[in-house]
Every structure is written in structure tokens, then in C-alpha cells.
């Protein structure tokens, strides 16, 4: 019941904070415990005739319990702590001045203790200054001769001096009990509290997978296109040189049948077995398509192998290239190829940076598209894409001839679910998952160099080797 009445007397605005709640909750036990108390020395101002007391105590009694509802609408910490302090050294003042000696001062020491406790260390230094100086003041005018009102029956003041002196402790031991068991149940709410952010994370961290799933499948979905133009010519291959296969094993068995030279039948087998391999040459290119596809929808990464980076950096152009074209029948580009002899082969995750590759092209072509939109005069969108051999690795560079970024895009490219484009056309991971796959994947780096009006050049640089 005590703990019910506590909590609604805490702003609602406190709630959700644990540190601002434990406060609070500090705050307004202070402020009945010592209405409480108050309240008791006011019966006990009746008994010794201390009249001044109960008028005095009284009034701070009844201060000290209309705290709380002006805290729970004020919702002012300070405000109210700072009224607490101000009340309670107000009935010390004033049971010392009128009780004729100094029985009631050490009770200023309660006020320094509980001022840090409730509103901070400052607090408790101004308070503990207001002690002093109060304890100050009362010793000059004790040893000064000072006649004090001596407002209270000779004969019970015995009594006063000995509940002052138990009530001290006493206080001092409640208020810290209350404390203690605040910060308990303050310790209590923040692991409950923790527990709830670390279930949060948790879902929050599946999403992030979900969401990353998604966009693969989604950027794989926009690659059909182009893998089935792609996939199409090797297939026709296959299918034109099984067909010649088949009419060179008919023209073979009249051959025969006819009793043709060796040499007749020797051409007509290295036909077939030219046929044979060009199959079997198409045949892997078509897997190798399919195989590239697969791991591009993959949820976890495959391990880095050493691939012909020129080769792999062309493939993913024709097939970037081959699904813009099927998305958008009328583009048009100028695709310029710069490789580096050099480069030799580079350890990569196939599936991620095939990802990277496809995600980098569709932005170029994307910006020479938007550009040329825009555009009113004359304007033939460029993309170039180029390789080149480093001291400790290869480098990948794609730039455009399209409208460039600017300084405060640029600064937040890389940030997922930052997106320049309209809604609908982008998500916003894209960028950063390809940032995430360089830079954890692969061990390398993943830049932008642009200027406004001028184009993008986005650049990828890859170790040459495996790590140890």
C-alpha cells in the first residue's frame, strides 16, 4: 500500500527513466517519513507546553505532506527537493531559537546529508554552507549571553532533550533504510529493464537479417531479366551445336555406309568432337550463371576464393548491363572497359562481391539515366569501369558522367536505409551492405570520390591474398 501511493505520487513523465523514477520515488518517501516525524514532535511540543514548536511544527507538518501532490504536478525534482530542504532547516531554526539552547541544532546535519542524497553533491554543498552558517549564528549568540525566549515548561524539558537525541539517529537510520531499499528495487527495474532492451535487440538484430535477406532477394528479382539474357546465349550454343552434332553423326553413318576413306571419317569426328567441346565450353557458362545466381540469394556467405578478377568484373558489367537493358528498353550507355592485365587473381566471396559489383553498376546507370532526363540538350551517358593492380592488392573503379553527390550525401552514403532516391526505387541497404561486404568480408575499402556536376567514381580495393 505504502509502495502504490508512493508511485502515484510520481509524475507520469518519470516513469519510462529509471534513474529520474529513483529520484522521485527517494523524494517523496523523504517527504512523509519526515512529515511523520514532524508530526510526532508537534504531540510532543503539546506535552513539554512548547507551544511555539506545535504552531511551528505544525505548519511544516502540513509543508511537508503537500510536497508530494505539488511534486506530482510540478514534476520538478529541484524545485521540490530544495522547498524539502528549506522547510526542514525552517523547523530546526525555529525549535532551537525557542527552546532556549542547542539540543535541536545537530538536526542541521540531517539537512547537508539528505540535500546530496535528493538533489546531488551541489545541492549538499549548499546546504552544508547553510548549516554552517546557521550553527555559526547560534554559537555566537549562545556564547555572546544571548537571552533566548525559553518558550517551554522547565519541568518536561528533560523529556524534549531526550527525544531530540533518539529522534536524530533514528531519522538518519529510516532515511537510509529507505535509500537502500529504493536502490534495490531501482537495481531491480534496471536488469528488468535490460533484460527487455536485450529481448529488443534480439528481434531487432533477426530483422536486420530478415531485412538483409530481403534486399537480396528483391536486388535478385531485378537481376532476372538479365540472367535470363544472359543464360540465353550459351544455351543457344548448346542447342545449335547439338543440332550439328546430331546432322554430323547422320552425315557420318552415310559415310560408312558408302565405304568413305579414313580421312573422310577422321574430319567427320573431328567436327563432332569440336562440337562436343564447344558444347561442353557453353555448357559451363550456363552453370556458372546458375551457380552465380544461387549464390547471390544465399543467406550466409560463401569462403573467398581466387578468381580471374578482369574475367569476374566482366561478367557482372554484361549481366548489370543486359538486366538495365531488359528493365528499360530504351537505355542507352556508353560502357567503356579499362582492365589491367596485371590484376591477376584476387581472393573474393563470389556471391557477396558479385553483389557489390551489380549493386555499384545499377547506381551509375541509375545516375547516367537520371541525368539524361534531366538534361535538355545534348548528352551521351558514359559509364567506365576499370581495374588496376596496387602494391597490396587490386582495385575496382566505376564511374559515371552523372550528377554527382553532394558534400552532405556523401557524408551519409553509406548509412543504411539512406537513400537519395524517390520512393519505391530504393531501400537504402544497398550501399550499405556493399560497405559491410567490403569492409568485413573482404578486408578492404569501399570509397566515393565525387563532385557536384561532375560524376562518381566509386572505389573498391581488395587484399590480393588470403589472410593468414
Given at each position: 500500500m505504502w509502495t502504490r501511493l508512493l508511485d502515484r505520487l510520481i509524475p507520469a513523465t518519470l516513469r519510462d527513466d529509471v534513474e529520474a523514477y529513483h529520484q522521485g520515488y527517494l523524494l517523496v518517501a523523504a517527504c512523509f517519513l519526515t512529515g511523520l516525524f514532524s508530526a510526532g514532535y508537534t504531540l510532543m511540543g503539546v506535552y513539554a507546553g512548547f507551544?511555539?514548536?506545535?504552531?511551528?511544527?505544525g505548519l511544516i507538518t502540513v509543508t511537508f505532506f503537500a510536497l508530494p501532490p505539488l511534486f506530482r504536478y510540478s514534476?520538478?525534482?529541484?524545485?521540490?527537493?530544495?522547498?524539502?530542504?528549506l522547510a526542514g532547516t525552517a523547523a530546526v531554526v525555529v525549535a532551537t531559537y525557542f527552546s532556549g539552547g542547542l539540543e535541536v541544532l545537530p538536526w542541521l546535519a540531517v539537512v547537508p546529508i539528505t540535500g546530496t542524497l535528493l538533489a546531488g553533491r551541489r545541492a549538499g554543498w549548499i546546504w552544508?554552507?547553510?548549516?554552517?552558517?546557521?550553527?555559526?549564528?547560534f554559537a555566537v549568540l549562545y556564547v555572546s549571553g544571548y537571552d533566548f525566549p525559553m518558550a517551554m515548561?522547565?519541568?518536561?524539558?528533560?523529556?524534549w532533550a531526550v527525544s531530540v537525541f533518539l529522534g536524530l539517529p533514528l531519522i538518519i537510520v529510516l532515511i537510509a533504510q529507505i535509500f537502500h531499499?529504493?536502490?534495490?528495487?531501482a537495481f531491480e527495474r534496471l536488469h528488468a529493464r535490460n533484460e527487455a532492451l536485450a529481448v529488443a535487440l534480439d528481434d531487432l538484430e533477426q530483422a536486420q537479417v530478415q531485412l538483409v535477406q530481403q534486399e537480396k532477394l528483391a536486388s535478385l528479382g531485378q537481376l532476372t531479366a538479365g540472367i535470363a539474357h544472359e543464360i540465353k546465349n550459351p544455351l543457344n550454343f548448346v542447342t545449335n551445336f547439338a543440332q550439328l552434332s546430331g546432322e554430323?553423326?547422320?552425315?557420318?553413318?552415310?559415310?560408312?555406309?558408302?565405304?568413305?576413306?579414313r580421312e573422310v571419317l577422321e574430319a567427320?569426328?573431328?567436327?563432332?568432337?569440336?562440337?562436343?567441346?564447344?558444347?561442353?565450353?557453353?555448357?559451363r557458362r550456363a552453370d556458372a550463371i546458375v551457380r552465380?545466381?544461387?549464390?547471390?540469394?544465399?543467406?550466409?556467405?560463401?569462403?573467398?576464393?581466387?578468381?580471374?578478377l578482369n574475367a569476374f568484373v566482366e561478367e557482372h558489367v554484361t549481366l548489370a548491363y543486359h538486366s538495365q537493358r531488359a528493365q528499360h528498353p530504351g537505355f542507352e550507355v556508353d560502357l567503356e572497359r579499362d582492365y589491367d592485365p596485371a590484376v591477376g587473381a584476387v581472393p573474393v566471396v563470389q556471391g557477396e562481391m558479385g553483389r557489390v559489383l551489380l549493386n555499384l553498376l545499377e547506381n551509375a546507370f541509375y545516375a547516367v539515366g537520371e541525368e539524361r532526363a534531366r538534361r535538355n540538350g545534348p548528352y551521351r551517358p558514359a559509364v567506365r569501369v576499370a581495374t588496376r593492380r596496387t602494391a597490396g592488392g587490386a582495385q575496382i573503379r566505376i564511374s559515371d558522367n552523372g550528377p554527382g553527390i553532394a558534400p552532405a550525401v556523401r557524408a551519409r552514403l553509406f548509412e543504411p536505409f539512406f537513400t537519395t532516391k524517390p520512393t519505391g526505387e530504393g531501400t537504402g541497404l544497398g550501399l550499405s551492405l556493399s560497405y559491410d561486404v567490403v569492409q568485413r568480408a573482404h578486408g578492404g575499402t569501399l570509397t566515393v570520390e565525387s563532385a557536384e556536376g561532375e560524376g562518381a567514381t566509386f572505389v573498391v580495393t581488395l587484399p590480393a591474398t588470403l589472410p593468414a
Amino acid at each position: 500500500m505504502w509502495t502504490r501511493l508512493l508511485d502515484r505520487l510520481i509524475p507520469a513523465t518519470l516513469r519510462d527513466d529509471v534513474e529520474a523514477y529513483h529520484q522521485g520515488y527517494l523524494l517523496v518517501a523523504a517527504c512523509f517519513l519526515t512529515g511523520l516525524f514532524s508530526a510526532g514532535y508537534t504531540l510532543m511540543g503539546v506535552y513539554a507546553g512548547f507551544w511555539a514548536s506545535v504552531i511551528s511544527q505544525g505548519l511544516i507538518t502540513v509543508t511537508f505532506f503537500a510536497l508530494p501532490p505539488l511534486f506530482r504536478y510540478s514534476g520538478s525534482v529541484g524545485l521540490v527537493a530544495h522547498l524539502f530542504l528549506l522547510a526542514g532547516t525552517a523547523a530546526v531554526v525555529v525549535a532551537t531559537y525557542f527552546s532556549g539552547g542547542l539540543e535541536v541544532l545537530p538536526w542541521l546535519a540531517v539537512v547537508p546529508i539528505t540535500g546530496t542524497l535528493l538533489a546531488g553533491r551541489r545541492a549538499g554543498w549548499i546546504w552544508t554552507a547553510v548549516a554552517l552558517a546557521l550553527t555559526a549564528l547560534f554559537a555566537v549568540l549562545y556564547v555572546s549571553g544571548y537571552d533566548f525566549p525559553m518558550a517551554m515548561d522547565p519541568a518536561r524539558r528533560p523529556h524534549w532533550a531526550v527525544s531530540v537525541f533518539l529522534g536524530l539517529p533514528l531519522i538518519i537510520v529510516l532515511i537510509a533504510q529507505i535509500f537502500h531499499a529504493e536502490r534495490e528495487r531501482a537495481f531491480e527495474r534496471l536488469h528488468a529493464r535490460n533484460e527487455a532492451l536485450a529481448v529488443a535487440l534480439d528481434d531487432l538484430e533477426q530483422a536486420q537479417v530478415q531485412l538483409v535477406q530481403q534486399e537480396k532477394l528483391a536486388s535478385l528479382g531485378q537481376l532476372t531479366a538479365g540472367i535470363a539474357h544472359e543464360i540465353k546465349n550459351p544455351l543457344n550454343f548448346v542447342t545449335n551445336f547439338a543440332q550439328l552434332s546430331g546432322e554430323l553423326i547422320a552425315e557420318l553413318r552415310e559415310e560408312v555406309a558408302a565405304g568413305a576413306s579414313r580421312e573422310v571419317l577422321e574430319a567427320v569426328l573431328d567436327d563432332l568432337q569440336d562440337n562436343a567441346a564447344k558444347i561442353e565450353q557453353h555448357g559451363r557458362r550456363a552453370d556458372a550463371i546458375v551457380r552465380q545466381m544461387m549464390a547471390h540469394a544465399r543467406r550466409e556467405p560463401g569462403p573467398r576464393t581466387y578468381v580471374d578478377l578482369n574475367a569476374f568484373v566482366e561478367e557482372h558489367v554484361t549481366l548489370a548491363y543486359h538486366s538495365q537493358r531488359a528493365q528499360h528498353p530504351g537505355f542507352e550507355v556508353d560502357l567503356e572497359r579499362d582492365y589491367d592485365p596485371a590484376v591477376g587473381a584476387v581472393p573474393v566471396v563470389q556471391g557477396e562481391m558479385g553483389r557489390v559489383l551489380l549493386n555499384l553498376l545499377e547506381n551509375a546507370f541509375y545516375a547516367v539515366g537520371e541525368e539524361r532526363a534531366r538534361r535538355n540538350g545534348p548528352y551521351r551517358p558514359a559509364v567506365r569501369v576499370a581495374t588496376r593492380r596496387t602494391a597490396g592488392g587490386a582495385q575496382i573503379r566505376i564511374s559515371d558522367n552523372g550528377p554527382g553527390i553532394a558534400p552532405a550525401v556523401r557524408a551519409r552514403l553509406f548509412e543504411p536505409f539512406f537513400t537519395t532516391k524517390p520512393t519505391g526505387e530504393g531501400t537504402g541497404l544497398g550501399l550499405s551492405l556493399s560497405y559491410d561486404v567490403v569492409q568485413r568480408a573482404h578486408g578492404g575499402t569501399l570509397t566515393v570520390e565525387s563532385a557536384e556536376g561532375e560524376g562518381a567514381t566509386f572505389v573498391v580495393t581488395l587484399p590480393a591474398t588470403l589472410p593468414a
